[in-house]
């Protein structure tokens, strides 16, 4: 062993290859390459940079180009084996008594066109086809395992909340606070990484801004955006300064063992407007009824549809998730190693939920020249209902 990390567990990654290798024979797949960092760490154990070939039926072959020796402390799996170059792929499957696929299985979601057009010369017998769609849903449903790691990281959240009381002061800019903070974050075993898997979707930590920036829209998809520091990086904490009685907004990732928890607060020097409270309490009124419908079965767009229903019977609809053509049509996202898992609560999802899905709930208000209000939490789908998982108090947190 080179490290004293924590690893997935051998039989956690015997079910994930077992339940994609059930996939690939459902559609007659006879083998995958799996490549993009995420799916390696959920099917392999490991982020060495390495090549996963998973067939429909056998033992998976991790090929490892950098670094062997860790990928063999990290990964559970039997067959581990060095890659000079991705052109011996098809030799060194064939070695280890397995056959070169006749309809190989690629993420095309997020695999490059150049790479591609590489491994259509490699494998130039076999037929290339998308199973992204067959991953995502895979890692949609979390386990114990999964569950209790989304946990530690709720459990960093509440802690880096609570902690944020004794940090903010009147004229700190947005920028240095948004850094001790995220100190905060980093003492507590966050990873730093935040990872997507939409093309160009970036995040760093998250967003912490105030006032009228936080309404500022952005480039991400996301109700909040913020003026960032400057046009290469266009969201996030700026150099505006923190006033009192307006709202301060903290929407973090917290990052821990490769999983994902999602949370936003509202702090306030001296307390905020009546109708800014308001609207934040409409929002945790609006999150507790979506907690009660969303059940298995339920499908993810009729989510969206009945907040938009909600706020507009309330009023609220012209700053709901965002203001005009900035408004972003989903009311909450999949989470786990990714920001943006299966299933999206969005316009128009058909897809069902199911038990044991992660889902990051963000009922918002963002009202131009003002702020923001609102709350995100991180919960599990069960037969009853939403379970939060994201415990720290939902209410304004007021400094006086």
């Known amino acids: 062993m080179c490290h004293d990390f924590p690893t997935t567990p051998k039989q956690e990654l015997d079910r994930r290859l077992d339940s994609l290798q059930r996939h690939l024979v459902r559609q007659q797949i006879d083998g995958a390459l799996i490549l993009q960092n995420t799916d390696l760490f959920y099917f392999a154990g490991t982020s060495q940079q390495a090549h996963l070939y998973v067939p429909a039926a056998g033992r998976p072959l991790l090929l490892v180009h950098k670094s062997l020796e860790r990928a063999r402390s990290e990964s559970s799996l039997a067959s581990i084996v060095k890659l000079s170059s991705p052109k011996e792929l098809g030799d060194l499957i064939r070695e280890a008594g397995l056959m070169v696929p006749g309809r190989l299985g690629l993420e095309l979601d997020v ?102 920036e936080a309404a500022l829209p952005s480039c991400l998809a996301s109700p909040t955006g913020g003026s960032g520091l400057s046009p290469a990086v266009p969201q996030g904490a700026g150099l505006s300064r923190i006033k009192a009685n307006e709202p301060i907004l903290m929407d973090y990732v917290f990052a821990k063992n490769g999983y994902l928890a999602d949370q936003t607060r509202i702090f306030a020097l001296k307390g905020l407007p009546r109708d800014l409270v308001a609207a934040h309490q409409a929002m945790l009124e609006l999150q507790e009824e979506l907690q009660i419908m969303a059940k298995p079965g339920v499908e993810a767009g009729e989510l969206y549809d009945f907040a938009v229903q909600w706020t507009r019977a309330r009023g609220l609809a012209d700053w709901f998730m965002g203001a005009d053509n900035d408004r972003i049509r989903f009311i909450g996202h999949g989470i786990g190693l990714e920001l943006d898992e299966f299933p999206f609560l969005a316009k128009g999802q058909k897809m069902r939920l199911e038990e044991n899905m992660v889902i990051a709930l963000e009922p918002k208000l963002i009202i131009p020249g003002r ?12 037969p009853n209902g939403l379970e939060r998982l994201t415990g720290f108090d939902q209410a304004i947190q007021v400094i006086m």
């Open 111 to 212: 695999l490059p066109a150049s790479l591609y057009l590489s491994y259509s010369r490699i494998f130039k017998n076999s037929s290339l086809v998308d199973i992204s769609s067959s991953i995502r849903h895979i890692r949609s449903i979390k386990s114990e395992h999964e569950l209790e790691c989304i946990r530690q990281s709720a459990a960093m959240a509440a802690a880096v909340a609570e902690s944020v009381k004794d940090l903010i002061l009147e004229g700190l800019s947005e920028i240095e606070l948004a850094g001790l903070v995220e100190a905060e974050a980093r003492k507590r075993g966050h990873q730093g990484v935040v990872r997507m898997r939409l093309f160009g979707g970036e995040l760093f930590y998250g967003h912490l801004m105030s006032g009228q």
């Open 371 to 382: 702020g923001v209000v609102g709350i995100e939490d991180t919960h599990r789908v069960t």
